[in-house]
């Protein structure tokens, strides 16, 4: 008998577990760095962990434990987590280098003319490998942990 029922879905419970985890992982972590309590790391992208890549590792393996390595929904799973992943350490990672040129562009004219920034762009949009690796690493322990827990 299937399910309709949203807490019925382990694979994605277990997805946004790791999620969960990564987004408010951040504010402490960051805190350990800079001494500074940083809250809107709740709802900003970037930094350690990555959350997208605790979020699509979490699907992927718990997909994978649930369904089998060898099911079309770990198939499909872990060629998303290849694309996530590739993303947010390729191309968003470049973007969030070209804000901050950017920002230092608008600073350097402002600083010497009438321009002045009044909104930077953020800096912080993608993640180093560090950051996406801490990421996998969170999302392939918090599914293990949630199957084991579920099974």
């Known amino acids: 008998m299937v399910s309709n029922s949203f807490l019925d879905n382990d694979i994605l419970i277990c997805a946004l577990i790791a999620w969960i985890i990564a987004q408010v992982g951040k504010v402490p972590i960051e805190y350990l760095q800079t001494k500074k309590l940083n809250w809107v790391l709740l709802l900003r992208p970037g930094g350690m962990p990555s959350s997208h890549s605790a979020l699509i590792t ?29 993303d947010a350490t390729g191309i968003r990672r470049q973007a969030g280098k070209h804000a901050e040129i950017i920002n230092k562009i608008i600073n350097d004219l402002a600083s010497g003319h009438p321009l002045k920034n009044d909104e930077e762009l953020w800096e912080v949009l993608g993640h180093t490998p560090r950051e996406a690796i801490a990421g996998m690493i969170l999302g392939i322990i918090t599914a293990h942990i949630y199957w084991l827990i579920a099974r």
């Open 58 to 86: 979490g699907l992927a393996h718990s997909s994978g434990l649930f369904y089998g390595f060898g099911s079309p929904y770990f198939g499909i799973s872990f060629v998303m987590a290849m694309i996530v992943i590739y």
